[in-house]
């Protein structure tokens, strides 16, 4: 980026007319796949872009470039204005934007979310990465497979409504497959805002140790114990962030909460939070309207608690509702806000083992793919299991299981939930789609009863 | 690569949004050895260039060694410059005009109470790029896509019912101008669809078991995505996607050879098709856009390849699938336009005629297939009954699921040309980190047997 982000923020501001906001967001990437022990792909990413929302009598419009000359500012903050101006002229009625927010009476104080050596990106930390993973695979007669990325990313708010916030933040990822010649694997990841942290060889041990080379079996359909690893419970509590505690989908009455705040809607031990600067979360500072992120407490001891806000929701939600410092986008998403921080706080299980204990006979999944809403009111959702599922007999995990199709609900998972483990860790799928916004969940293992299978890959 | 996107979404009546963005970059791939290294930048300047070649090359340099492989040669160089059809510049259209066709949309599901949200939106984009390599290729292209839909949400208590019109998830876009999004005629559709989403609210839901079932073009082309279209991707089938978008049932072993489906069943992949939101002159590897049977009377014979692929199980060429979306991702194996060939079936209302008992499904509303695309589930937003070769009543939450060649081996009759339909699709993702390709699908009205329904 030619200027700091926040100085380009405010140079760009004054090309607004109006109430205008510029975010600034500067992305720099370095993506390193690998398949079949080898290196296969690697991205690397410097791109920064700039863009205007404006707002006019409500309506509001969004120009973008990423090229950063005066010239090219002064006409995407031309193109936001006269959008926004010509909408409020046609209509000749108010839109549904309640204006920028506020700003915050105090400094928006700092994540503490950015690592400079993760920012560094140098490629031979990848490449060591790589090259440790694929030793050991060799080893133990697998081939290694999966992702390393690491990102810094630069985020500007400038506002005439008088906000000024800028942070740095880094994100690391990798994720390493195992998979033997007759098609069995495992799978582990880790996510961190350190580059440092992820060990190829770890993961790669962790992940072979899930390749069981027995013939599965296929479990058919029908409901049964299910102790879900950390990242399966990550991927339901990411849907329900969108589905339950969406405000705006709460407002229109679409969601999963509706009439449900205040009363009990998961097990009592079960206790969900969206913390932003909880220590192992990829953390934030503010979000994309420039309001500073509060812990909130989303789910406590099983009663559903609250619902999030950008400054859009909470006008369509009306009375007492305020942003909460959840907008994933300048002006508000059009599919409203979600929690992008979600910790659910951990129980007293030791490990996955003293988690299958009690079950007689269930199921044990590492990871969950391709999950997509059924129903949304119903938090139901259906998805496969991939990489390593396992049956639990007399109270230990066992056999290899055929992938499953699962088709529940997160929320009757989550008031079905019997015991969590004691360590929560920081899971992610690293969705690295547009321009990067790393995030994941903190979660536990749990254990929950009554897992609806509906059906099985042959 | 210069890329301008504009949508603009009407919801309850009011402009809720108009986004327009534009971005310009470069991206240079590079092989050093047996390593590929790739590096954007948005610096188009000698000395940014220079630069992001350089950082292309180091990180290739960094790569754990391992042996090279090729790359399948290139019939011939490309040259010269493509062009999409759009015959009314969508960015040409006044906003004012714009919003007067979302309004009057948004107006014709107006009324009922129980109407939570009604949407409205259209959209365009332009992309611009050129292609030089060390080969010595050196082309341009350039194309619209244009296109928009319509949803309404209905709830009453706890049920909760959407419809959309032509399609949800983004609406119908296809490589063509604004003439496109006037043909999908929004507003005339806009009652029927609020209507049916009230409905809805008060239907039975739909039966479990197994049924006939007759999906509409649009379930068809989803179908074909999700279960043939990735299931084909040479990358997939060689293990090099199974970190993230999964492997195949399918292998390399079984082209020529396979039984994917019934002899009903005739699948192509066409880059060259008018309007194909997967169409262009040249793919991102400098490979001439082509037309390839996959599938012929059931047969596997061919998968969707890129350099790469192909030379790694010896194909004499590439199949011209290596797409990137956007200056700052490099080339991936990607569909162009796979499409289910017309049959003989006649019409929709013959098809119908044609079936004495099971269900009729339309638009998509859920999908998930696992990660060697061969256990699927799916859900539209409707179902009607049929009975004695007609139409009856409604269903709701209609869901069917399957085992790939299972299912299009249980198809029995497709719709004949007069009823094939070209189905935009903008949000299929694949790769690391994420890219979304669009691609088309040409399908129309088909029916199978004896499959799974109501399991959701």
């Known amino acids: ?157 400038a506002t005439s409504a008088g906000t000024s916030v800028h942070e740095a933040v880094t994100d690391a990822h990798m994720r390493v497959i195992a998979r033997d010649p007759g098609g069995r694997s495992g799978f582990a990841s880790h996510t961190s805002m350190r580059s440092a942290d992820l060990d190829g060889e770890s993961l790669l041990r962790r992940a072979a140790d899930r390749v069981d080379l027995r013939e599965p079996l296929t479990l058919p359909p029908g409901e049964y114990p299910v102790v879900l690893e950390a990242e399966a419970v990550g991927i339901l509590l990411d849907f329900l962030g969108a589905l339950a505690f969406n405000g705006l989908a709460h407002a229109q009455g679409r969601g999963a909460l509706v009439d449900r705040l205040g009363t009990s809607v998961a097990a009592p031990a079960v206790n969900l939070a969206d913390s932003p600067r909880y220590p192992s979360t990829l953390r934030r500072a503010f979000d994309a309207e420039g309001v500073p992120k509060r812990p909130l407490p989303l789910i406590q001891d099983g009663v559903a608690n609250a619902v999030v806000h950008d400054t859009r929701s909470a006008a369509a939600a009306g009375g007492e509702a305020r942003s909460t410092g959840h907008a994933l986008a300048a002006g508000g998403d059009p599919e409203g806000p979600v929690p992008t921080n979600l910790v659910l706080v951990g129980g007293g299980a030791a490990d996955e083992h003293e988690l299958a204990a009690p079950i007689e006979r269930g199921i044990y999944v590492t990871r969950l793919w391709y999950v997509n809403p059924v129903r949304e009111r119903e938090t139901l959702l259906t998805g496969t299991t991939r990489d390593g599922t396992f049956l639990i007999e007399d109270g230990r995990i066992s056999s290899p299981l055929r992938d499953l199709r699962f088709t529940d609900s997160a929320l009757r998972l989550l008031a079905a939930t019997e015991a969590l483990t004691a360590a929560p860790r920081l899971v992610s799928e690293a969705d690295l789609y547009y321009r990067r916004f790393a995030h994941g969940q903190v979660c536990p293992a749990l254990r929950a009863q009554g897992f609806r299978v509906t059906g099985a890959t042959v | 690569m210069a890329r301008h996107t504009e949508n603009v979404l009407v919801r309850d009546g009011r402009l809720e949004r108009i986004d327009d963005d534009r971005s310009d970059g470069v991206g240079v791939r590079v092989r050093s050895g047996s390593a590929w290294g790739f590096a954007a930048t948005r610096d188009l300047t000698r000395a940014g260039l220079r630069q992001a070649l350089a950082r292309a090359m180091a990180i290739a340099e960094a790569q754990p060694a391992s042996a090279a492989y090729p790359l399948a040669p290139l019939q011939a160089l490309a040259r010269g410059h493509w062009q999409g059809p759009c015959d009314v510049d969508p960015f040409s259209i006044s906003l004012a005009d714009k919003l007067a066709l979302l309004m009057a949309a948004d107006e014709g599901m107006r009324g009922d109470p129980r109407i939570v949200r009604r949407e409205v939106h259209c959209q365009a984009r332009r992309e611009q790029s050129a292609f030089a390599s060390t080969d010595g290729a050196a082309c341009s292209q350039s194309f619209v896509h244009c296109g928009g839909g319509i949803g309404a949400v209905a709830v009453d208590g706890e049920e909760v019912q959407m419809r959309s019109f032509p399609v949800a998830h983004g609406g119908a876009v296809a490589a063509a101008g604004w003439e496109h999004l006037l043909g999908l005629e929004l507003v005339g559709q806009a009652p029927r669809v609020a209507e049916e989403a009230c409905a809805l609210l008060t239907a039975p839901a739909c039966p479990s078991g197994r049924s006939t079932i007759v999906l509409h073009d649009e379930q068809v082309a989803l179908q074909i995505h999700e279960s043939i279209g990735h299931a084909l991707e040479l990358d997939r089938m060689l293990l090099f996607e199974a970190s993230y978008a999964g492997t195949s049932w399918v292998t390399p072993a079984d082209l020529g050879t396979l039984r994917y489906g019934s002899p009903a069943l005739n699948i192509t992949a066409d880059a060259t098709i008018a309007g194909g939101l997967g169409s262009f002159g040249w793919d991102d590897e400098g490979v001439q856009a082509t037309r390839t049977p996959l599938v012929v009377e059931g047969q596997l014979r061919a998968a969707l390849a890129d350099r790469a692929s192909a030379a790694m199980i010896g194909l004499s060429h590439s199949g011209g699938c290596a797409r990137a979306d956007g200056f700052a991702r490099q080339p991936i194996v990607r569909m162009t336009n796979v499409s289910l060939e017309a049959g003989d079936a006649g019409s929709m209302a013959d098809l119908i005629a044609d079936t004495d008992e099971g269900l009729y499904l339309e638009t998509n509303h859920s999908w998930s297939i696992d990660d060697r695309r061969l256990h699927f589930q799916f ?78």
């Open chain 2, 379 to 456: 859900g539209t937003e409707v179902a009607r009954e049929i009975r004695g070769g007609e139409l009856g009543r409604l269903y709701r939450n209609p869901s069917y699921a399957g085992i790939t060649p299972q299912f299009w081996g249980s198809l029995d009759a497709v719709c004949s040309a007069d009823a094939w339909h070209l189905w935009g699709l903008t949000n299929c993702g694949k790769g690391e980190p994420g890219q979304v390709a669009r691609v088309s699908h040409g399908a129309a009205a088909a029916r199978f047997r004896d499959v799974e329904v109501g399991v959701a």
């Open chain 1, 1 to 157: 980026m030619s200027a700091p982000p926040l100085e380009l923020a405010e140079r760009a501001l004054e090309h607004g007319t109006g109430q205008t906001q510029v975010t600034v967001i500067g992305e720099r990437s370095l993506t390193s796949r690998f398949a079949r022990s080898r290196s296969t792909q690697v991205t690397a990413v410097d791109d920064t872009t700039v863009e205007f929302l404006c707002a006019t009598d409500g309506h509001t419009s969004t120009a973008t470039t990423n090229a950063l000359d005066d010239d090219s500012l002064r006409d995407a903050a031309r193109r936001a204005a006269a959008a926004a101006e010509a909408a409020a002229r046609t209509h000749g009625k108010p839109g549904g934007y309640p204006g920028l927010p506020v700003p915050a009476e105090t400094p928006v104080r700092p994540s503490d979310g950015h690592d400079p050596a993760t920012a560094e990106l140098g490629p031979a930390l990848a490449g060591s990465a790589l090259q440790a993973a694929f030793t050991l695979a060799e080893r133990r007669g697998l081939e290694a497979f999966g992702i390393w990325t690491a990102g810094e990313v630069s985020t500007a708010i």
